[in-house]
């Protein structure tokens, strides 16, 4: 058989399969492309490779940032993420999320959509009618903002310290605050910091 009529034959094979078939042989996984730009990270084609697997762009950009543990905004086609994230790093999470909300786990393929029923999400095959419960994507955790020397902070003085300065608490750390007395609203400025204890000068008072 020479390559002509290999290819003749192959032709027809194709020309016969099923058109839901003829779609997932040319389904290829899309490239995110991203760039790191300063402190942020950019995907610039956030928009149209939610087209292509037939998810909204929300749905897409919610997971990224949740599987980054970062906080960032989008528009129409870009993503921006806070942080540095390689290109690599987020196409390995993009397939991730392929797997557990576009392709099939029992076929295979990508001719899926998601469906709600009693509260529960499904994602239902086209292909082969199959259904599987699937999770919610969840906002990704805030981040606590560490303290640094320098910040200007306000703070309300919750309590008097041993040596007379004013005590307060800011997620895990315990700000000292020289100037300041039980039960006042402050701004402080952040002098040292020693593990999660924090020593703040009061710069004003405000109530």
Do not use: W
């Not at 919610?62 to 960032?72: A, D, I, N, Q, S």
């Not at 292909?127 to 606590?144: D, L, M, N, T």
Request: charged content about 30%; proline content about 4%.
């Amino acid at each position: 058989m020479d390559v002509k009529e290999y290819e003749k034959l192959l032709d027809k094979a194709y020309g016969e399969l099923p058109e839901i078939l003829k779609e997932y042989s040319r389904f290829v996984i899309p490239r995110i492309e991203a760039r790191i730009q300063g402190k942020v990270t950019v995907i610039h084609n956030l928009g149209e490779v939610s087209k292509i697997i037939n998810r909204k762009p929300d749905m897409l950009a919610k997971y990224l940032l949740r599987e980054f543990g970062t906080m960032g905004s989008r528009d129409d086609q870009r993503l921006l993420m806070k942080g540095q994230f390689r290109q690599h790093q987020i196409q390995e999470k993009f397939e991730e999320f392929l797997n557990l909300y576009v392709i099939c786990p029992e076929c295979g393929r990508p001719d899926t959509r998601i469906i709600q029923e009693m509260r529960v999400n499904f994602l239902k095959c086209e292909a082969c009618g199959s259904r599987h419960p699937i999770g919610v994507i969840k906002a990704a955790p805030r981040k606590e903002k560490r303290p640094e020397i320098g910040d200007v902070i306000t703070l309300h003085v919750t309590q008097t310290g041993k040596k007379g300065d004013g005590v307060a608490k800011m997620g895990k750390y315990i700000i000292f605050i020289s100037n300041a007395r039980e039960g006042q609203r402050v701004k402080a400025k952040i002098k040292n910091i020693q593990g999660t204890m924090v020593f703040a000068e009061a710069v004003e008072i405000l109530s």
